[in-house]
């Protein structure tokens, strides 16, 4: 093979990198890939951090220790994530999504590959440093957005389902109050997560915490800690949630009308 330039090994670094986010690759591999110097490789490492750095494009950080080397972090800055959910708070507010029971039509927006790709990587940038093992979600429109957050904090996505599925082995059933008030089940895979593990809890709509208290029960069944809860939207009424510490992304309020009028806004994390 001719000898790998500079500007060629950086490119396909970043692919690699940015192909599996928050993996740790080690230094040797990316050596014995391109046939450098460990050194030479540092350099490299030091110019992609210094460029992603400088274009807002995530983080490249070197991970000390037996077990360290380079990794690639999506991660969005607060006036970015903010610029771009005000405009999508534009496009969600006003009357022709208002759905009745107050509730807001935007599966069109949790459909749209870039824009969960986006909100996945807004969460994911929030949660890095708890470190969860797994993204846990409820089926079934709560799954996109989850998924890109896994997908950017590189661990697997595991959905909470209202039955258990043959094909899934013994599963652990609870019952839990919607937000409407109903007892509702909740199925989990006995072989989908381990003890001691930790948990970080992505859904599409918060309106009670019903749902989100059920998915922290479920977890307490497997002994598995919660994290944190994200959420694409939530509801500005009931102000008190049946949990805490929830961090959404918009703010929906729906205001009495004819017809009724949908105000969606930045949640206050991000003003």
């Known amino acids: 093979m001719d000898k790998i330039r500079r500007n060629e090994r950086m490119s396909a670094m970043m692919k690699i990198l940015a192909a599996s986010p928050n993996r740790?690759?080690?230094?040797?591999?990316?050596?014995?890939?391109?046939?450098?110097?460990?050194s030479t490789m540092s350099e490299d490492v030091e110019l992609l951090r210094g460029m992603t750095e400088a274009f807002d494009l995530g983080r490249v950080e070197?991970?000390?220790?037996?077990?360290?080397?380079?990794?690639?972090r999506p991660?969005?800055?607060?006036?970015?994530?903010?610029?771009?959910?005000?405009?999508?708070?534009?496009?969600?507010?006003?009357?022709?999504?208002?759905?009745?029971g107050g509730f807001l039509y935007y599966s069109d927006i949790l459909s749209t590959p870039d824009i969960v790709h986006f909100m996945g990587e807004i969460l994911a940038t929030q949660y890095y440093d708890s470190e969860p093992d797994f993204v846990l979600t409820m089926e079934t429109k709560g799954i996109p957005v989850a998924f890109a957050t896994a997908d950017a904090l590189g661990v697997p996505l595991v959905i909470a389902r209202h039955s258990s599925k043959v094909y899934e082995g013994s599963a652990v059933n609870i019952n839990y109050v919607s937000g409407s008030g109903s007892i509702e089940t909740m199925s989990l895979s006995r072989r989908a997560v381990q003890e001691n593990q930790r948990a970080l809890i992505v859904d599409d709509f918060l309106r009670g915490g019903g749902t989100?208290?059920?998915?922290?029960?479920?977890?307490?069944?497997?002994?598995?800690?919660?994290t944190g809860m994200a959420?694409?939207?939530?509801?500005?009424?009931?102000?008190?949630?049946?949990?805490?510490?929830?961090?959404?992304?918009?703010?929906?309020?729906?205001?009495?009308?004819?017809?009724?009028?949908?105000?969606?806004?930045?949640?206050?994390?991000?003003?």
């Open 24 to 38: 740790i690759f080690t230094l040797n591999n990316f050596c014995e890939l391109f046939g450098t110097a460990k």
């Open 75 to 100: 991660t969005v800055s607060r006036d970015k994530a903010r610029e771009y959910i005000l405009s999508l708070c534009e496009k969600l507010s006003g009357t022709e999504r208002v759905l009745p």
């Open 231 to 271: 959420f694409v939207m939530a509801t500005a009424s009931p102000e008190k949630k049946r949990v805490s510490g929830e961090k959404a992304l918009m703010t929906l309020t729906v205001t009495d009308g004819e017809p009724a009028e949908a105000r969606v806004t930045p949640s206050d994390w991000l003003l």
């Open 212 to 226: 989100a208290r059920g998915m922290v029960e479920l977890m307490r069944e497997f002994k598995v800690s919660v």
């Open 62 to 72: 070197t991970v000390t220790g037996a077990a360290g080397g380079v990794r690639y």
